[in-house]
């Protein structure tokens, strides 16, 4: 993305003080990094709110290594079923949890990219044979925008052959199906992860609390110092699951699901 981009440098390493006295970031083996302004960007990771079986094997979609797995879950699961489909009708799903930014980007590039694999692979399978469910517990799509941007996603994604369904719960994810509150157990293919986030780690939240010069109880807050500021999930941990949608990380995961093929 940045290798033709003249004034970008990519460094990686690892940082151990932001001085913000001097203006420096401080990485491992003492090399310091001057900024006139810091953007600190540490990224977030699915919540599961305790559903069994939910982080052993539904499929996050946060960086590019998720969704290369996603991709090859999908086209594993297109070449076997496209072999079935010479003695027997098939019916694949996929099931995306969550109606929000990642829900929607996700269920809309799924379709894209099981109708380019079809053609381009010259499968037997229609895309009418394959399924992509988008479940959400809400009333809508996307609740954090306004009801005309709900309403237009869900046009959208209608258009490409995604079922949408609302206030469904889900209580269980298996390895090759997932329950729903109503009693309903799918066969699927894979379940990608909900939108919902929660900050990194523990190590992050340490990481916020060095580079924000306090370690507080309730939150870190970084954005007391000037011409520091931060992108992507928790830039003020008290209010990260207001604020954050995680368009940033999502769009890069979404890219490399729909063109690395």
Not at 69 to 88: G, P, S, T
Not at 163 to 174: A, L, P
Not at 236 to 261: E, F, H, M, N, P
Request: aromatic letters at 8%; proline letters at 3%.
């Amino acid at each position: 993305i940045f290798g033709h981009a003249r004034n970008s440098r990519f460094r990686h390493s690892l940082v151990r003080e932001v001085d913000h006295a001097r203006s420096v970031v401080v990485l491992e083996g003492g090399v310091e990094v001057a900024f006139d302004h810091l953007v600190v960007a540490t990224g977030a990771t699915a919540a599961y709110f305790g559903i069994p079986g939910a982080s052993q094997y539904a499929m996050p979609l946060y960086s590019l290594a998720d969704a290369r797995r996603l991709r090859n879950r999908l086209l594993i699961a297109l070449e076997e079923a496209d072999v079935r489909a010479e003695h027997e009708a098939v019916a694949l799903n996929f099931v995306v949890v969550g109606g929000g930014p990642t829900g929607v980007e996700t269920a809309g590039a799924l379709s894209e990219l099981i109708r380019i694999a079809i053609r381009r692979d010259g499968l037997r399978l229609k895309a009418s044979d394959v399924r992509i469910l988008l479940v959400d517990l809400a009333p809508r799509l996307l609740t954090a925008f306004p009801e005309s941007a709900s309403a237009y996603a869900a046009r959208e994604l209608g258009d490409m052959g995604v079922e949408i369904q609302f206030g469904r719960s889900v209580i269980e994810v298996e390895e090759r199906h997932i329950r729903f509150a109503d009693g309903e157990r799918l066969a699927c293919a894979a379940v990608i992860a909900r939108d919902d986030l929660a900050p990194l780690s523990l190590l992050s939240v340490l990481f916020w609390a060095i580079v924000g010069g306090l370690i507080g109880l309730r939150y870190v807050d970084i954005t007391r110092y000037e011409g520091q500021t931060s992108k992507g999930e928790p830039a003020t941990l008290r209010d990260w699951k207001r604020y954050s949608v995680g368009l940033a990380t999502v769009s890069a995961a979404i890219w490399a699901l729909a063109l690395i093929v």
